[in-house]
């Protein structure tokens, strides 16, 4: 399945025709079609790169990221994802900007992307803000774009909002699929996404979205697990019970961790708050209460150390299927005794998965770089092609 | 016009020869062949870019941004016109790097240039103190070029200073003259750069300074409007006289912004604070007094409010040539109802100006990947030739 | 010798096998070979680049950078060196990353290195700390390798720890060998690194350390002055004794700056702290001691100011050979009656060795650019050699 002339193949069969010049930003937006071309295209650019094949599509060009919120992982991933296509990164530091609201989302948008092929954005504090803040931005390109004042359109890559996490959830979804030797082998497997116990509070709700919105649509069954009170937002389950339906898979949710766990081939335990608490956190910033944001960040750490079993003992991941399901985290995660008292995972479970969930890790550079790469070439496949003709070094060799 | 076999030819025939490893600070410093050039240039990277032509002419190399004041446009404007020439920018980021004064300019400028071609400064707080502090880092890479120590000279472009905003004026300038279809046509016409009302204080000089400095030049009428107590530094009027005395077009001050406004063909409203007072700011910075301080801004919002009525409104606008004035601005305005009360500018003629705005900004990353090309390609015209012929793809394509 | 035959035949006689895939934390780790190889490489780099030449052996990939102390000079030099190789730098800035303690060095390490070549890191504030640190990124980023977790071996750079600071003495000596002429001219000369006042305190003895360390293993009479109590770590004198046995040079103590200055070819008077209080003041922050730290720091600059005396003079400059030792030092000084009132050196010193001490800089990102180097290229000789016949320019020319 993974040689190169097979995916190429593979893309050339899909229709990736409305990914040119468009945006990622969810990934039930995408076809099958898309999705499949985006795991596939990721899959070609990491064999070009073992194979020390450069795969620059740039020769000059911006690749513009704008973090609103702390991040290693992602930042790193996407300024790498840029790197290995050639464009340089350019960071869109608030403070040193600052970027005001209203109006001028629309004028810093242009006035940012004269030369930039892509902007990556992270907005998820806020429930109801990240991903509408993207399609502003966006929106404000498409038109700079149309009435000639850009002259490329940048394209939007969604490094997580408020709704959905795509880089995350697709780079999760190609580990499976590798560890699982292909996406036929997944059909009827139980995948667990369930809430775990962190000391800390606030975290987003993007992980699990992202997780049920993309892994209900191969087949698997798919176990929303929380206590009561961590729903998570109704439209996000909605989608995960379409995708469920279409594909003869399943999406069920139940407040017990252990009925997630049992006999599940797959397991993401991870702590997320309350949509609904984030929604009144999100009112309290915008009336600027700050009294109501303490008392709400005390609620909700009592609220969540009632929950202090919701975590990944051994105990549970040996009523997995054959005690062996693959235990995933978009990290860092909460580790009992390393990185705190208690928290989502016990150490010793933590330390067998370790290798596992740093290469699920180092999907990610390639995934965004795959969005990016279907966003700006229209004949993915032939492109590929060319590349690999064209032979261009990565590292020197002689 | 705007053929690039056109252009390169104008080229060909203008002498930039003492552009050559040379700094980019004030306009006027610069001869009318090198004006010209550095147009022609802008438009020529513009077309090559646009015909998806790169123009590197760097293989490596960095470009050095050190912008001691926010900045959104420019920077990436610098940053965009960097890589288009193949630099890499390096913020110098001063809290970083604990920059002294006195001796340490000296070195410092050495220190961060071993591989640096270019340096973008904007250093617009303090009259007096900007331009001045450029000049001193130009005279250390220039010694440090001559004896060795550093193995290219690198050439400095003024990003924004006390006196000057050459990048910002030249992409100004660059904007009429495709606007109005040629240099050529501009004789005789009426542009105002007047002072606008802003319930912010404290606004650079440079902006009316770099334009009325530049729009001199080239036999327009300039009228430079403001209320008494806001005049800009004596020598930059002295230069605009010269200017259009030279040109056969005209200098003249006004304290009306209606009698600016009658009849022009291009108007620039904008706040700015008054030289005088920007004077005793710095004096204040200088002895440490934030006391004073304080007081000052508190006079300077006073003053200003006195002034409200100074606002480009559509009643204004309808007195200008055929009430269709281009309208411009460096941007962000101060936009009456949206981003303040009451501003520089009424929402509806913003609004109606919103595309050219936004294109006249797009001039800025070409204007300075012009002047970093003409610093460093002592046979313009054939250069942009041989990388026409080189044809390499900025974008890949089939 | 300098020239690029010459040095690549060089370079081809030496054993650098080890070099390969490795990191560069102690100059004491690498044989004689290997620090041959580092010079010769950095010059050949250099002579490149003199000759326009581009010596970009990565056509991608990233560079990163972790400073944990303020940096200019290091910080340009590392993104000098990269860019020179083809590398784009990424800051690892901690502050935005949030990067926490145990066990996640091990993960971060691996999560920032998926398209990483080169981890360059500062971290020389704390005794016993920065050392360990690197080792820990470095066998996080073997095991990652190893595993399969990254597709290259990131090798790291110490840009400054605790015990050496190898960029810089390697840059020195560089300078050193350049200044005399050639390394085979440098037996039996004397070498004073001396410490020297500054009324700041708590500089790191990494230089001093880097200095004797390295400069012992050309046949140098070494000699380590300072007052008493400013003693450096033992281990590292212990390095020096034993490189001056194996070369027939020597490596001597003394608590007089004269005697050490006395018929000198080379001097290097430079402030640094003693190893003693570093360590109190590591176990100090250890605890979060802050009243203690201050108690500290002000029996330090109490015990410093005992010690005004030790200036580089123009009166003891005279008593070295022939009165016109090398002055060197790492930059920026403390001058007298320039960036301080009393400090490390005379004014009129540090004046008329302004070149040399820029220069002595300017040898950094070379000798930068050479550890990468060896640390990617297997054969550093035939790859030097096919960068000359590619010819590729850094700079277009007609």
Partial sequence: MYNLKDLI???????????????????????????????????ALRLLREQN?????????????????NSTRTRFSFASACNLLGLEVQDL?????QIAHGETVRETANMISFMADVIGIRDDMYIGKGNKYMREVSAAVQEGYKDGTLEQRPTLVNLQCDIDHPTQAM????????????????KGKKIAMSWAYSPSYGKPLSVPQG??????????????????GYEVMPEVEEVARKNAGKTGGSFTRTNSMKEAFEGADIV??????????????????GEGDMDGIQKLE??????????KDWACTEELMKTTNAGKALYMHCLPADINGVSCDEGEVEASVFDRYR???????????????AMIFLSKMQNPAEVLENIEKRGQKRVFKL
Same sequence: chains 1, 2, 3.
């Fill in 171 to 186: 780079a999760d979804m190609d580990h499976i699929i590798h560890t699982f030797g292909g996406v036929e082998n997944l």
């Fill in 53 to 69: 094949i450069s795969s620059k599509i740039f020769d000059s060009g911006l690749g513009i990221s704008l973090f609103r919120d």
């Fill in 268 to 285: 993401y335990p991870k702590s997320w708050a309350p949509f609904e608490a984030m929604q009144r956190r999100t009112n309290l910033y």
């Fill in 9 to 43: 193949k593979r893309i050339g069969e899909l229709n990736t025709s409305d990914m040119y010049l468009n945006d990622f930003l969810l990934t039930w937006e995408k076809s099958d079609d898309e999705i499949a071309a985006t795991f596939a295209v990721a899959d």
């Fill in 93 to 97: 530091d608030e403070g040193k900007s």
């Fill in 298 to 307: 005390k609620e909700l750490l009592a609220h969540n150390a009632q929950h």
């Fill in 355 to 369: 290798e596992p969930l740093y290469k699920e890790a180092g999907y990610k550079p390639y995934i965004i770089a």
């Fill in 211 to 228: 997780i049920i919105g993309l892994m209900s649509r191969f087949g698997m069954d798919v176990v929303l697990a929380h206590p009561e």
